[in-house]
């Protein structure tokens, strides 16, 4: 069982930046995969971000490739989400999650995530 609460989201104008973080909490961090997605209302919940456990491997939604940074750190058993260059399409609630499943299914398959975080609020102002 696993607990994951993200925080560092906020409101900021279009072209800066944010750092979310996930805190996992209840068994070893280090045996998951870890992602983002986001989501708005009335709409999908969309990938954003995946990375392996080690994190030696990242992969990112087309649209936030080149401006979405994942990394973790398995000692501090932390995920963050480094957001540069926001547009305000990137406004959403963002959700961390912890799949079981090997590294590169996240990124399809959101239904096999094991775990989420309750969602924090990005807003970026045009």
């Known amino acids: 069982q696993v607990q994951l609460v993200e925080s560092g989201g906020g409101l900021v104008q279009a072209g800066g930046s944010l750092r979310l973080s996930c805190a996992a909490s209840?068994?070893?961090?280090?045996?998951?995969?870890m992602g983002w997605f986001r989501q708005t209302p009335g709409k999908e919940r969309d990938f954003v971000a995946e990375?392996?456990?080690?994190?030696?491997?990242?992969y990112y939604a087309a649209s936030v490739k080149g401006r979405f940074t994942i990394s973790r750190d398995n000692a501090k058993n932390t995920v963050y989400l480094q957001m540069d260059s926001l547009k305000p399409e990137d406004t959403a609630v963002y959700y961390c999650?912890?799949?079981?499943?090997?590294?590169?299914?996240?990124?399809?398959?959101?239904?096999?995530?094991?775990?989420w975080g309750n969602g924090t609020l990005v807003t970026v102002s045009s």
């Open positions: 999650a912890a799949s079981s499943r090997g590294y590169g299914y996240m990124r399809s398959n959101w239904d096999g995530v094991d775990y």
């Open positions: 990375i392996s456990r080690v994190g030696y491997s990242t």
């Open positions: 209840g068994r070893t961090f280090s045996t998951f995969v």
